[in-house]
């Protein structure tokens, strides 16, 4: 499949040509990282380092936020020179990071990209960062897939989310063209009825993708189908996932319907690719050159420490290239395995982790019973996310589905954003009763964090 003449044309003479045109150095980026992940860790380390002194030194210099940071901690940039020197330096929680936008944005060099995130929070998060972060991300991604079988060129499948509302005409065909140029092909999979898996089934038979990307569970649950159908008539087929954990009975169920190589990745919209699994299916390999991965235990105290191996800490990134706005030592609301620091046996000497166990989502079910993915909430409040500070989705155990949404200071939504929101739930929660309540606040767990998506027993009313 990966043989295809169009597409070893396309992954090894356009896309490069392409990149090299628009002035993006994703192919010699991928070379190099290709070299360093089995460099000698005192390569790395020294390489990290590098990195993460010029990091703190513009972040001091270029930003009212970090300057500040240090200045109360009593610290000067020489001071951390270490990847054991960020101990020294305070979390950035999601609150902080929210608020801080501005006074983390340097003057230079140009913000390149702005995403806005609704995050394992519910909470908006505008992200932004330089032109080097990006070509970073994009080389780093690549690595990984690359991990997994999916190469540039490839033809791949992608079982994603979908956004609520389509872009304009114009933009349309531009993403319609690029896809097909590139080979890429997008389902929704936030409803999983018979109906819409026998569909993707269809397309895996007729365009015969060299590739499935998307969503853990979603993907799993079209593995199950194929399984239980009997619909299997394709060799191996690499499936690569995030957004999501899949268990052993998942996994196993992957294997059944397209074939043993299953490869979990871990990435969100403030870095990207954080950690890649490879094919000694053993942990995550750390972005090691693109960022720095902690797994901090929170103490009694409030203060941190590193996770031993074996136990669970909260993940704390710091992104090693963006300049732009800098994030150093950001919590992103997820729980991830510390690992013993030892190589991996395929020889790649990046630091591994996981698994992740931050990503579980809630499963809702619509009026028939499918089941309907938890993180749609996400995709729609992206698009909605000036209109609103928090939101949860609780299904009721009699099924209706009621949407608590924080509004932005006016205290209310506009009519236009309630209608796309009870279009939106109509079309993916069919024949579910929908109420929205504006409130004030919504309660966290005894952990502190807000349960994006409860769904109620039937038996006893309590959520699950």
């Known amino acids: 499949m990966g043989s295809h003449p169009y597409g070893s044309l396309l992954g090894n003479v356009l896309l490069p040509a392409w990149e090299r045109f628009r002035g993006r150095p994703t192919f010699p980026l991928l070379a190099q990282l290709r070299r360093t ?3 000698s860790l005192d390569e790395l380390t020294a390489l990290r380092g590098g990195l993460l002194r010029r990091l703190v030194r513009h972040a001091y210099v270029h930003t009212r936020h970090y300057r500040r940071v240090f200045d109360e901690a009593g610290l000067a940039p020489a001071d951390v020179g270490a990847l054991d020197d960020l101990a020294k330096l305070p979390v950035l929680d999601r609150a902080a990071a929210q608020t801080s936008v501005e006074t983390r944005t340097a003057a230079w060099p140009a913000v390149a990209v702005t995403k806005t995130t609704s995050g394992s929070t519910g909470q ?3 992200v932004r960062f330089s032109a080097e972060s990006r070509h970073w991300r994009d080389a780093t991604r690549w ?3 690359g991990w997994g079988g999916y190469a540039m060129g490839h033809k791949a499948l992608h079982v994603w989310g979908v956004p609520p509302t389509p872009p304009s005409p114009l933009r349309r065909a531009k993403i319609a063209v690029d896809r097909t140029l590139r080979r890429d092909m997008y389902v929704s999979c936030m409803v999983r009825s018979n109906e819409n898996l026998r569909g993707m089934v269809e397309l895996i038979r007729t365009e015969r993708p060299d590739v499935l990307a998307g969503y853990g569970q979603a993907l799993a649950d079209l593995a199950r189908y194929v399984n239980r159908e009997g619909l299997r008539d394709w060799d191996t087929m690499p499936v690569i996932y995030g957004a999501e954990r899949l268990w052993e009975n998942d996994r196993a169920d992957l294997a059944a319907a397209f074939g043993p190589a299953a490869f979990e990745t ?3 919209r403030e870095f990207m690719l954080m950690g890649s699994e490879c094919e000694a299916h053993d942990g995550l390999h750390e972005s090691a050159e693109n960022l720095i991965v902690e797994l901090l235990v929170r103490q009694p105290d409030g203060r941190f420490r590193p996770a031993r191996p074996g136990e ?6 710091t992104d090693l290239h963006n300049l732009a706005c800098p994030f150093i030592r950001y919590l992103t609301g997820d729980l991830a395995t510390a690992r013993e620091p030892r190589p ?8 591994r982790f996981g698994p992740v166990d931050g990503r579980v989502t809630d499963t809702m079910r619509d009026a028939a019973g499918n089941p309907v993915e938890g993180i749609l909430f996400n995709i729609l409040f992206l698009d909605i996310s000036k209109h609103t500070r928090q939101f949860q989705a609780v299904q009721r155990a009699d099924g209706s589905l009621v949407l608590k949404v924080i509004p932005m200071a006016s205290g209310r939504l506009p009519p236009e954003v309630e209608e796309l929101i009870k279009r939106f739930v109509g079309m993916h929660m069919r024949g579910i009763p929908l109420t929205i ?3 004030s606040e919504i309660p966290l767990t005894r952990a502190g964090k807000l349960r994006r998506v409860v769904v109620e027993r039937p038996h006893d009313g309590r959520a699950s």
């Open 37 to 39: 992940e089995r460099a």
């Open 124 to 126: 908006p998060l505008e």
């Open 143 to 145: 690595r990984g897939f």
């Open 266 to 268: 871990y990435g969100c």
């Open 312 to 317: 669970k800490g909260e993940v704390a990134i």
């Open 344 to 351: 991996c046996s395929c020889g790649r000497t990046l630091p």
């Open 437 to 439: 309540e504006l409130v």
